[in-house]
């Protein structure tokens, strides 16, 4: 908000002084202000923290708050979920198919639909949330799917060995770990 003018032409400041907030703090919420001015500098507190964060995101955050994300990045997550299901689905019909024709089929119609649709939306939502694309837990993410899918298009093409499978799983373990953990150079 900020100052506006009133009909005198006198210019006047909207916000209250105890939350620098605009005029909907009334009524109840009001009354604890004025009960007690430490709450105000609280809650201003917890405003600050409240703000969509796009530059300089703390690690570990989509670069929003909880509660502040835009329908946006709930749709590209979604997008993201769907992909990467179909990569996990498409990969283990073709690591449990028995004919080549059925491997190949999972592999490049679903298994790698799956990647592409997984890693569209990792860089939408790494540009949706200010991450630059070069922290080292995207990269291991990209490089150990990108091994993941080479294994699944091997096993194709070859028949599913134990290796495969166990390769397969090793680097799935491996992708997960890098975006729970989310390592960053120079930590």
Same mark, same amino acid.
């Given at each position: 908000?900020?100052? %506006?003018? %009133?009909?005198?032409?006198?210019?006047?400041?909207?916000?209250?002084?105890?939350?620098?907030?605009?005029?909907?703090?009334?009524?109840?919420?009001?009354?604890?202000? @004025?009960?007690?001015?430490?709450?105000?500098?609280?809650?201003?507190?917890?405003?600050?923290?409240?703000?969509?964060?796009?530059?300089?995101?703390?690690?570990?955050?989509? &670069?929003?708050?909880?509660?502040?994300?835009?329908?946006?990045?709930?749709?590209?997550?979604?997008?993201?979920?769907?992909?990467?299901?179909?990569? $996990?689905?498409?990969? &283990?019909?073709?690591?449990?198919?028995?004919?080549?024709?059925?491997?190949?089929?999972?592999?490049?119609?679903?298994?790698?639909?799956?990647?592409?649709?997984?890693?569209?939306?990792?860089?939408?939502?790494?540009?949706?949330?200010?991450?630059?694309?070069?922290?080292?837990?995207?990269?291991?993410?990209?490089?150990?799917?990108?091994?993941?899918?080479?294994?699944?298009?091997?096993?194709?093409?070859?028949?599913?060995?134990?290796?495969?499978?166990?390769?397969?799983?090793? @680097?799935?373990? &491996?992708?997960?770990?890098?975006? $729970?953990?989310?390592?960053?150079?120079?930590?």
């Amino acid at each position: 908000m900020g100052p %506006t003018a %009133t009909r005198g032409g006198a210019a006047r400041d909207s916000r209250d002084e105890a939350t620098g907030r605009g005029p909907a703090t009334h009524g109840r919420n009001r009354a604890a202000l @004025l009960a007690n001015p430490s709450a105000g500098r609280a809650r201003r507190r917890l405003i600050i923290v409240l703000r969509p964060v796009v530059a300089g995101a703390p690690p570990g955050s989509l &670069g929003y708050p909880r509660g502040v994300e835009t329908p946006a990045v709930h749709l590209v997550l979604l997008a993201k979920f769907a992909g990467v299901m179909l990569f $996990i689905a498409g990969s &283990g019909a073709s690591l449990l198919a028995k004919t080549r024709e059925e491997r190949r089929r999972a592999t490049h119609q679903i298994a790698s639909t799956g990647l592409f649709i997984a890693w569209c939306g990792g860089f939408a939502l790494a540009t949706l949330s200010a991450i630059p694309l070069t922290e080292l837990w995207i990269l291991l993410g990209l490089g150990l799917s990108l091994a993941a899918h080479v294994v699944v298009v091997s096993a194709a093409e070859r028949g599913a060995g134990r290796l495969h499978v166990v390769a397969f799983a090793a @680097l799935i373990l &491996g992708i997960l770990a890098a975006m $729970i953990f989310r390592p960053v150079f120079g930590a």
